[in-house]
T-cell receptor
């Protein structure tokens, strides 16, 4: 079974430029998460989807960040414009359901460097 | 929201030493508790979990017991190997279904 696939693995952009990250969750997983992990810290939730609906986006900086999950499968996270402080690893995860007992499977992440 | 306090690292041990990583949490309701591990160059993966009080999760020689009275979920391994070198994250998950991660504890095991 393929795991959570993210692309690109690495991205370097200049500040004020836009950037997008793509995530393909495990087949059959209805719940999809985007996390941001700053250096030396634990991941922090940005947004959670149940199928195509964003059910928790309270931590998403909506002035510059946007996300979509069309057809309830793949998802894209966008930043426009990027700032120096956005440098981090962006993680995508999926699970079969949003239940609190279920395991979330993580992709390898996209490491973003804003210069 | 939920929060996690993990033992600060880095932790450096010799092979076959005993490892303990402390984790305490605050959470709404009755959370499930997870330990995730991140090996060098790899993504986060589940190490073990416990879903109710006094449950013991175990995997790869690691164990953690859900202590509701002390809101703790300490990770232990009796004899570590070099291959256990990684970053370990404690993560409660409450009824809002959000995984809340601690800062992580970096463990280095020397041969």
């Amino acid at each position: 079974e393929a795991g959570v696939v993210q692309s690109p693995r690495y991205k370097i952009i200049e500040k004020k430029q836009p950037v997008a990250f793509w995530c393909n969750p495990i087949s059959g997983h209805n719940t999809l998460y985007w996390y941001r992990q700053n250096l030396g810290q634990g991941p922090e939730l940005l947004i959670r989807y149940e199928n195509e609906e964003a059910v928790d986006d309270s931590q998403l900086p909506k002035d510059r960040f946007s996300a979509e999950r069309l057809k309830g499968v793949d998802s894209t996270l966008k930043i426009q414009p990027a700032e120096l402080g956005d440098s981090a690893v962006y993680l995508c995860a999926s699970s079969k359901s949003g239940g609190k007992n279920t395991e979330a499977f993580f992709g390898q992440g996209t490491r973003l460097t804003v210069v | 929201g939920d929060s996690v306090t993990q033992m600060e690292g880095p932790v450096t041990l010799s092979e076959e030493a005993f490892l303990t990583i402390n984790c305490t949490y605050t959470a709404t309701g009755y959370p499930s508790l997870f330990w995730y591990v991140q090996y060098p160059g790899e993504g986060l993966q589940l190490l073990l979990k416990a879903t109710k009080a006094d449950d013991k999760g175990s995997n790869k020689g690691f164990e953690a017991t859900y202590r509701k009275e002390t809101t703790s979920f300490h990770l232990e391994k009796g004899s570590v190997q070099v291959s256990d070198s990684a970053v370990y994250f404690c993560a409660p998950r409450s009824n809002d279904y959000k995984l809340s991660f601690g800062a992580g504890t970096t463990v280095t095991v020397r041969a």
